[in-house]
Structure formats: structure tokens, C-alpha cells
């Protein structure tokens, strides 16, 4: 079957760093997108990784190594108003999206 | 300049008492999504329309039917609602399927089942 696992919660410090990892098995592989959802709103994108490495989008990056099915997004000088759910979904072979459940980003002053 | 809209953004319906949602978007997009997302869940695909080409998936009930009439708009149609149909009703686009597209949100619908 075709999984998506990320972890359900995590805390963190406004001003720090975070570390959101995802790993997956899919059958096939067309690209890795994360997404932003607030609670009570809808996602909205954040990066897409089709090739291994790392991809920089100001405060934001989001890595992926296809070898090893993973992939993390790196928030840095987080602010409170990055408290929010983050959503790793992969495009299989049939460019269908997976989604994971989402990790729950608490950020504390 | 809203590009996915939904209508309504809360909807209470009885059990069993049918109910439409609708999405309507100014991207012009070829592909629509209809998902169900409950709490703390992924979001579920129920299907999707490339054009006006449908696409059920698998493991979407009966239950739940959709039409598109042209390009901007699509409907969700639930039959016969049941209290576990309650959910946020998120409906999305994309200019295509596959490659680095992603998709574009509406801000959901809430159903309630009473």
C-alpha cells in the first residue's frame, strides 16, 4: 500500500529553528509537495521537490532524497504565525497526490 | 480576487436530507478536486474532473455524486448524508495532473449532520 508518514505533533520556540520530516512509500515517485494549513483554513503550497536536494524559499526549505524516501521542511526564525499544520503529499506514478495526515507545529514564545 | 470559492462556508443539514456544495473558480483551470478532510486527517480524495472528464475514486461511496457543468464551476452532491459524512468539504484546482502543479485550495465547506 502507499504511505505517508510524518510525526502528529511537535513544539517549538518562536526565533528557532524546526525540522519537519516525512517519509514515504508510494508506488512510484513524480514529485513531493508540502503545504501550510492554518486551522479552520484550507492548504495552501509551500515547495515542491521533484529532483534529490535541498530547495530554499526564504524562511522555508524543503529537502528530498528519493533514494531514501524522505524529505523534511526546515522553518527557520519561526514566528507565531507559523503555528499551523504542515501537510507532506507525494505524486505517485499515476500523478494522483498522497497525502500524510499532517504534523501539528506549536510554536511558543 | 478570490480564486477558489465555496459556497457555503458552513452547512448544517438533518440526516439523510440531501445537500449541494458548490466550487467555483477564475483560474481557468482544467482540473477540479473535490476532498473530504476530517479532523487531524489527511485530506481524502473523492474525485476529480480533468475537463469534463470524471474520475471516481475506488473507495468514494455511492453516496456522494458531483457534476460539472462547465469550465468554473463543480458541485458536490451528498444523497443521503450520514453523521460520519461530517467533515470539512475542501474543493481544489490545477492547471494540470501531473508535473510540479500544484494544487489551489478553497477555504472549505463545514458540514454538520444533525
Known amino acids: 500500500g502507499q504511505n505517508i508518514d510524518q510525526p502528529t505533533e511537535m513544539t517549538a520556540t518562536e526565533g528557532a529553528i524546526v525540522q519537519i520530516n516525512c517519509t514515504y512509500q508510494t508506488s512510484g515517485f513524480n514529485g513531493l509537495f508540502w503545504y501550510q494549513q492554518h486551522a479552520g483554513e484550507a492548504p495552501t503550497f509551500l515547495s515542491y521537490n521533484v529532483l534529490d536536494g535541498l530547495e530554499e524559499k526564504g524562511r522555508f526549505s524543503s529537502f528530498l532524497s528519493r533514494s531514501k524516501g524522505y524529505s523534511y521542511l526546515l522553518l527557520k526564525e519561526l514566528q507565531m504565525k507559523d503555528s499551523a499544520s504542515y501537510l507532506c503529499?507525494?505524486?505517485?506514478?499515476?500523478?494522483?497526490?498522497?497525502w500524510g495526515a499532517g504534523t501539528k507545529l506549536i510554536i511558543k514564545p | 480576487d478570490a480564486m477558489v470559492i465555496q459556497n457555503p462556508r458552513y452547512q448544517v443539514t438533518q440526516f439523510g436530507k440531501p445537500v449541494t456544495l458548490s466550487c467555483s473558480q477564475t483560474l481557468n483551470h482544467n482540473v477540479m478536486y473535490w476532498y473530504q478532510q476530517k479532523s487531524s486527517q489527511a485530506p481524502k480524495l473523492l474525485f476529480h474532473?480533468?475537463?469534463?472528464?470524471?474520475?471516481n475514486e475506488a473507495d468514494t461511496p455511492d453516496n456522494f455524486q458531483s457534476r460539472r457543468p462547465n469550465t468554473s464551476f463543480c458541485f458536490l452532491d451528498i444523497r443521503s448524508p450520514g453523521l460520519g459524512d461530517a467533515a470539512m468539504y475542501l474543493c481544489?484546482?490545477?492547471?494540470?495532473?501531473?508535473?510540479?502543479?500544484?494544487?489551489?485550495f478553497g477555504p472549505g465547506t463545514r458540514l454538520t449532520v444533525t
Open positions: 481544489a484546482t490545477s492547471r494540470e495532473t501531473s508535473g510540479s502543479y500544484e494544487q489551489y
Open positions: 503529499a507525494v505524486s505517485d506514478s499515476n500523478y494522483q497526490l498522497i
Open positions: 474532473y480533468y475537463d469534463k472528464d470524471f474520475n
